[in-house]
């Protein structure tokens, strides 16, 4: 089973302020995909990165994926309270198979 | 589009109890897969299917069965349900697999007493 490790669990910040948040592993993902969760809701999808190396932005959210993609980050600049929510990365396996691995994920809170 | 449905939106068993959360999605997808979310551990793959007449276990298959006759609809069976079940279970789907984006419903609170 490959295991997806997020860091921090929790993160409360204020409004204007920068954070990133980690996604590790010892395993090799073919792609490693990003997903906002709402409360009371199934998670959307923010962004999926394929190459070692590759950075993807997205407004204030700036992705990366490790060289060896075997993580990954996300960054926000400048956090708004409408970024608030659950953050959850997953990786799909390297030997091609079907089975998606999600991370704990990291709760978010801006507060004005 | 509906995009993907689950009922029901809540279900209080009792131990011991079986049920049947039924899963649609209206956009033609092959890959449709289960997943439970208890606090602080994510989301963990039940049993996911590539397609209709094929499954196979995830990462917490015991206590669950599904089938999947048509492409539309992936039915998951509690066969006797235990406290430890007590989750929310969200049913997804995308067009090619695990890196594809998934398409998530809105998921089923299940209390097991």
């Known amino acids: 089973t490959q295991l997806l490790e997020q860091s921090p669990q929790f993160l409360s910040i204020q409004e204007g302020e920068n954070l990133t948040v980690y996604c590790n592993s010892s395993?090799?993902?073919?792609?490693l995909q990003w997903y906002r969760q709402e409360p009371g809701e199934g998670p959307v999808l923010l962004v999926t990165?394929?190459?070692?190396?590759e950075v993807k932005k997205l407004k204030r959210l700036t992705f990366q994926f490790g060289d060896a993609r075997k993580d990954s980050s996300l960054h926000i600049t400048a956090a708004q309270t409408g970024d608030t929510g659950l953050y959850l990365c997953?990786?799909?396996?390297?030997?091609?198979?079907?089975?998606?691995?999600f991370g704990g994920g990291t709760r978010l809170m801006v507060k004005p | 589009n509906a995009g993907v449905t689950q009922t029901p939106k809540f279900q209080v068993l009792k131990t011991g109890q079986s049920m049947t959360l039924q899963c649609a999605q209206d956009?033609?997808?092959?890959?449709m897969s289960w997943y439970r979310q208890d606090p602080g551990m994510g989301l963990r793959l039940i049993h996911y299917?590539?397609?209709?007449?094929?499954?196979d276990q995830g990462e917490v298959p015991n206590g669950y069965n599904v089938s999947r006759s048509t492409t539309e609809d992936f039915p998951l069976r509690l066969l006797s349900a235990a406290p430890s079940q007590t989750s929310v279970y969200f049913c997804a789907s995308s067009q090619g697999g695990a890196g594809y984006e998934q398409y998530f419903g809105p998921g089923t609170r299940l209390t097991v007493t």
């Open positions: 997953a990786g799909a396996p390297g030997d091609a198979g079907n089975m998606l691995t």
């Open positions: 299917s590539v397609g209709a007449g094929i499954t």
């Open positions: 956009m033609n997808h092959e890959y």
């Open positions: 990165v394929v190459t070692g190396g």
């Open positions: 395993s090799v993902f073919s792609s």
